[in-house]
């Protein structure tokens, strides 16, 4: 990729919101005077010495960041190849990336006066956060959740309960992410005067996907310094996983301009091909508008949000940030997608080896981690973002593993 290419992926999104084609804002009106608030705030916390400083105390003496960077020396003999190093974002308060997001705009609501947040959440880790923010700043929060994703989060939901939070079990739909989304947008328009909305990933209309990934970019900037200080220089490749794309955005973007850095986001491949099961958008959507955004969307053939399948709750959305989709078609990020065997693979392999838990979404990451490594020179560096620990998730998986023994048994009978 040239370097005219490279500044132009990085300088994103326009005034309009608009990553390339993508982006944008089709909201209804009703939203527009609280978006164009939201941007404004934003743009001047920005540039405000007094906010910058507030948000990076906040992220160092309760949220503990920076997180490590670690060399997974197991898992890179597993492998055979390049070495790999996980960035720990599992080390968070929390357990995650999320908290990153959640309190930068936490920070936002209280710089527009608004005395409440509101927030949606898929697998339960940006339930937590955003129920976490909303403690330490003294916030009522309600978050909206699916209840399929409340069936399987049950540890999240007590959690989030524990802090003083409403869970809102959202029964429409296919009771997962989608739906949490679609209904945390229907309140926020009647009652945007006192509420602010924290969407937890890199969708939703402008500003939100530019304001998760800046608050998540963190994660990529550290990954720079923790390279060039432990390994002397930049690493070779770097991937994450990408539902909405959080984590991604934030690892991916302070990498945009260092073309020899290969970046890789992973998808949820499920268990099958077909629509409905799967959540791979960028491997199988085409551009569309889901939830306020023009992005990849997984639709039917008559142009309807396609319903989605994954093993990981968090990764379980039919659609995917805009700058995804401006990465994609720009060849920046080589996108591929992971099915729900593999994963529960990883899952174990990763806590075996490493004595490290994943979360479902990161346990897709780590298996094309691994893949990527074991093609590469023993001199090249593999960093993987390690977005979540794996104690929400335990109980699912005991369940799905349990249930996939059976079947094999019945199989080979």
């Known amino acids: 990729?040239?370097?005219?290419?490279?500044?132009?992926?990085?300088?994103?999104?326009?005034?309009?919101?608009?990553?390339?084609?993508?982006?944008?804002?089709?909201?209804?009106?009703?939203?527009?005077?609280?978006?164009?608030?939201?941007?404004?705030?934003?743009?001047?916390?920005?540039?405000?010495?007094?906010?910058?400083?507030?948000?990076?105390?906040?992220?160092?003496?309760?949220?503990?960041?920076?997180?490590?960077?670690?060399?997974?020396?197991?898992?890179?003999?597993?492998?055979?190849?390049?070495?790999?190093?996980?960035?720990?974002?599992?080390?968070?308060?929390?357990?995650?990336?999320?908290?990153?997001?959640?309190?930068?705009?936490?920070?936002?609501?209280?710089?527009?006066?608004?005395?409440?947040?509101?927030?949606?959440?898929?697998?339960?880790?940006?339930?937590?956060?955003?129920?976490?923010?909303?403690?330490?700043?003294?916030?009522?929060?309600?978050?909206?959740?699916?209840?399929?994703?409340?069936?399987?989060?049950?540890?999240?939901?007590?959690?989030?309960?524990?802090?003083?939070?409403?869970?809102?079990?959202?029964?429409?739909?296919?009771?997962?992410?989608?739906?949490?989304?679609?209904?945390?947008?229907?309140?926020?328009?009647?009652?945007?005067?006192?509420?602010?909305?924290i969407i937890g990933s890199a969708i939703g209309p402008h500003p939100f996907p530019m304001i998760v990934r800046d608050f998540q970019s963190m994660i990529g900037q550290e990954i720079i310094e923790q390279s060039n200080e432990q390994i002397g220089r930049l690493p070779d490749a770097v991937v994450a996983c990408v539902g909405g794309g959080s984590n991604a955005a934030g690892t991916f973007y302070p990498f945009v301009d260092h073309e020899a850095v290969e970046l890789i986001g992973v998808e949820a491949g499920g268990h099958a091909k077909g629509l409905g099961t799967h959540a791979a958008t960028l491997m199988h959507g085409q551009p569309g508008v889901l939830h306020g955004t023009f992005t990849y969307v997984l639709q039917d053939d008559d142009g309807q949000t396609a319903d989605v399948h994954s093993v990981s709750a968090g990764l379980d959305y039919p659609a995917v940030g805009p700058e995804h989709s401006y990465w994609k078609d720009s060849r920046r990020v080589r996108y591929c997608s992971v099915t729900d065997n593999e994963a529960l693979d990883a899952f174990y392999l990763c806590s075996r080896l490493e004595g490290i838990l994943p979360a479902l979404e990161t346990a897709h990451a780590v298996v094309e981690t691994m893949r990527v490594a074991s093609k590469r020179s023993k001199?090249?560096?593999?960093?993987?973002?390690f977005s979540g620990r794996g104690d929400k998730d335990c109980a699912e998986v005991a369940r799905v593993m349990t249930e996939r023994d059976k079947a094999g048994r019945q199989k080979t009978s």
């Open 379 to 385: 001199d090249d560096v593999v960093v993987l973002c």
């Open 1 to 197: 990729m040239s370097s005219t290419l490279a500044n132009a992926v990085s300088a994103v999104p326009d005034a309009r919101g608009r990553f390339g084609e993508f982006g944008g804002r089709f909201v209804p009106e009703t939203l527009m005077f609280a978006l164009e608030q939201l941007t404004d705030a934003y743009e001047s916390a920005k540039h405000d010495p007094a906010f910058q400083d507030e948000f990076r105390r906040i992220l160092a003496d309760y949220v503990g960041r920076p997180s490590r960077l670690y060399f997974a020396e197991r898992l890179t003999r597993e492998a055979g190849g390049a070495r790999i190093y996980l960035k720990r974002e599992d080390m968070n308060h929390t357990g995650a990336h999320k908290i990153n997001n959640a309190i930068g705009q936490a920070l936002l609501t209280q710089r527009m006066g608004k005395k409440r947040i509101i927030a949606e959440t898929g697998a339960g880790q940006h339930g937590v956060a955003s129920a976490t923010a909303g403690a330490l700043f003294g916030l009522p929060c309600r978050v909206y959740m699916g209840e399929e994703d409340i069936r399987r989060q049950e540890l999240n939901v007590f959690r989030m309960k524990a802090m003083g939070t409403e869970v809102f079990p959202v029964t429409s739909g296919s009771r997962t992410l989608r739906d949490a989304v679609n209904e945390a947008m229907r309140e926020w328009m009647s009652t945007v005067e006192d509420t602010h909305y």
